[in-house]
């Protein structure tokens, strides 16, 4: 069964840190793993993700968290991190684990991150 669960969500005060962790199981070969989010009101938009290339791990963010997050992926593959820091209150949102691409039907159940000032 695929599977990907997210965890390491919750509130904290700005200028604070937080980790998300997604683990994936159930696929018979991985790819590409990414953090996408979604603030109230708006449309979901990508934050982070890591490329599963032999010999390492290829690893990008998005402009608006770059130098305050970073995404990271176990050797095996199956978890990917976000460490999250110096966060802000537009950092506020629904985090999701996704493979595939947007347009992908692998999603996590997403995780809040709340960040109040």
């Known amino acids: 069964q695929v599977q990907l669960v997210e965890s390491g969500g919750g509130s904290v005060q700005a200028g604070g840190a937080l980790r998300l962790t997604c683990r994936i199981s159930g696929f018979p070969e991985l790819g590409g793993m990414m953090w996408y989010r979604q603030p109230p009101g708006k449309e979901r938009e990508f934050v982070a993700g890591v490329s599963r290339a032999a010999g390492g791990h290829d690893a990008g963010v998005a402009d608006f968290v770059k130098g305050r997050f970073t995404v990271s992926r176990d050797d095996g593959g199956n978890t990917m991190s976000l460490q999250m820091s110096d966060l802000k209150p537009e950092d506020t949102a629904v985090y999701y684990c996704?493979?595939?691409?947007?347009?992908?039907?692998?999603w996590g159940q997403g995780t809040q991150v709340t960040v109040y000032s």
């Open positions: 996704n493979t595939g691409g947007r347009r992908s039907p692998w």
